[in-house]
């Protein structure tokens, strides 16, 4: 089973760029000329996929037996399926996006592609543990499928922990890393507490292992609280959507495209799942305190 909802092509949650306000609207990269906003439907087949989307580590690790969801946001190819991604599904609160296109950087290099590079770089991390990782796309020439899809991808999988991997479309002065984290919706209540525990542990890992600081233009201290976003009302393991940096931001940017720089992300994600598995395993319930950098 976890071979058939795995094999699913693209998923990521719907990116969503920087307001004034919580809620975000999605915006085109610059100089796409495309619409902004696309999505898609929860009952239609995306293309595009490769492989399946669930491989297990070794037998011995530290993660043996646990099974992590990756939800690496977008697809690289939704700019071109705008009839299938424009479509609305319920989110578990109201009607959203079903997918959208996601940002890019100034010369064009897209979310989608950081994202998919650093949900195979911390793939392959997880998997070295010992934990069994669940891709929501293991492609980037493909689109969609929508939020729902994604959310039951990771559920069905029986997860232990999910994270999805975004960079933002913010303004151009702003900076740095925020992490989403879910409102109670009735589906999602069980998890509210451990996904702020995963939240944690994420700021935590991304202060000490990249160089991409803390948001100063949204959240507080980096942490923001989400109720509109599919992928978190659905969810029904602890997961957060994590906006590794702001696009817009030509300093922010150079990092982001940097390979090095996406295997610091990824190794900040792995070094925040295992402190989260491990610290829960333990029963302690303890989550790491960090100083405002």
Same mark, same amino acid.
């Given at each position: 089973?976890?071979?058939? *909802? !795995?094999? $699913?092509?693209?998923?990521?949650?719907?990116?969503?760029?920087?307001?004034?306000?919580?809620?975000?609207?999605?915006?085109?990269?610059? !100089?796409?000329?495309?619409?902004? $906003?696309?999505?898609?439907?929860?009952?239609?087949?995306?293309?595009?996929?490769?492989?399946?989307?669930?491989?297990?580590?070794?037998?011995?690790? &530290?993660?043996?037996?646990? $099974?992590?969801?990756?939800?690496?946001?977008?697809?690289?190819?939704?700019?071109?399926?705008?009839?299938?991604?424009?479509?609305?599904?319920?989110?578990?609160?109201?009607?959203?996006?079903?997918?959208?296109?996601? #940002?890019?950087?100034?010369? !064009?290099?897209?979310?989608?592609?950081?994202?998919?590079?650093?949900?195979?770089?911390?793939?392959?991390?997880?998997?070295?543990?010992?934990?069994?990782? *669940?891709?929501?796309?293991?492609?980037?020439? %493909?689109?969609?499928?929508?939020?729902?899809?994604?959310?039951?991808?990771?559920?069905?999988?029986?997860?232990?922990?999910? *994270?999805?991997?975004?960079?933002?479309?913010?303004?151009?002065? %702003?900076?740095?890393?925020?992490?989403?984290?879910?409102?109670?919706?009735?589906?999602?209540?069980?998890? $509210? !507490?451990?996904?702020?525990? &995963?939240?944690?542990?994420?700021?935590?890992?991304?202060?000490?292992?990249?160089?991409?600081?803390?948001?100063?233009?949204?959240? *507080?201290?980096?942490?923001?609280?989400?109720?509109?976003?599919?992928?978190?009302?659905?969810?029904?393991?602890?997961?957060?959507?994590?906006?590794?940096?702001?696009? @817009?931001?030509?300093?922010?940017?150079?990092?982001?495209?940097?390979?090095?720089? @996406?295997?610091?992300?990824?190794?900040? &994600?792995?070094?925040?799942?295992?402190?989260? &598995? #491990?610290?829960?395993?333990?029963?302690?319930?303890?989550?790491?305190?960090?100083?405002?950098?």
């Amino acid at each position: 089973m976890k071979a058939v *909802v !795995g094999a $699913i092509a693209g998923v990521g949650l719907a990116g969503a760029t920087w307001t004034a306000t919580r809620h975000r609207r999605p915006s085109a990269p610059p !100089g796409g000329g495309h619409d902004s $906003i696309r999505r898609a439907d929860h009952g239609a087949s995306p293309v595009g996929h490769s492989g399946t989307g669930s491989h297990s580590g070794p037998a011995e690790g &530290l993660l043996a037996g646990k $099974i992590v969801g990756i939800d690496p946001g977008h697809n690289g190819d939704n700019w071109d399926h705008s009839s299938y991604i424009n479509r609305s599904v319920w989110n578990g609160r109201e009607e959203e996006a079903c997918d959208t296109t996601g #940002t890019a950087d100034a010369g !064009g290099y897209s979310e989608a592609e950081f994202a998919f590079n650093v949900a195979q770089n911390l793939a392959g991390l997880l998997r070295a543990q010992g934990a069994t990782v *669940v891709l929501t796309r293991t492609t980037n020439a %493909g689109y969609g499928p929508c939020i729902t899809q994604r959310a039951s991808i990771v559920n069905s999988a029986g997860a232990h922990v999910a *994270v999805s991997i975004h960079a933002d479309g913010g303004p151009v002065d %702003g900076r740095g890393f925020s992490i989403l984290e879910p409102v109670a919706s009735g589906v999602n209540d069980s998890v $509210i !507490g451990s996904s702020q525990a &995963l939240g944690d542990h994420v700021r935590s890992a991304f202060v000490t292992e990249t160089p991409m600081p803390v948001s100063d233009y949204y959240g *507080v201290n980096g942490v923001v609280a989400r109720d509109d976003l599919g992928g978190l009302n659905l969810t029904t393991v602890p997961k957060v959507m994590v906006e590794c940096g702001n696009m @817009q931001n030509p300093t922010d940017a150079a990092l982001l495209i940097d390979p090095h720089f @996406q295997q610091q992300a990824a190794t900040a &994600l792995a070094k925040a799942v295992t402190s989260f &598995l #491990t610290t829960m395993a333990s029963g302690s319930g303890s989550t790491p305190t960090v100083a405002n950098p």
